[in-house]
């Protein structure tokens, strides 16, 4: 059962997300808009639907198989330079 429904934008999400957060706990759903469109819901989860966890596609490689890129060869010493910010 939903309580009442409210509606929010991106910035005000992102800086009280856990205050919205704790509106759905109470099973109040917020709507989330994007200069004034309604984009998506923050809504409680229903107890009697279990939540579905799908595992990693193959097509992403796991952090530790991405390499990195090459050292930045500046000829510049950053330890010196930092030290000489001091």
Known sequence: ???HRKTVGV???KAR???YLREARRGRSVTICDRDTPV???VP????TPLIVRARSSAFPSLQAVPLPPPLRRGVD???LLLEER
């Open 11 to 13: 910035a005000e999400l």
């Open 17 to 19: 997300l856990s205050a």
């Open 78 to 80: 950053a330890v010196a």
């Open 40 to 42: 998506a819901r923050l």
């Open 45 to 48: 989860v229903d107890p009697s």
């Open 1 to 3: 059962m939903m309580k």
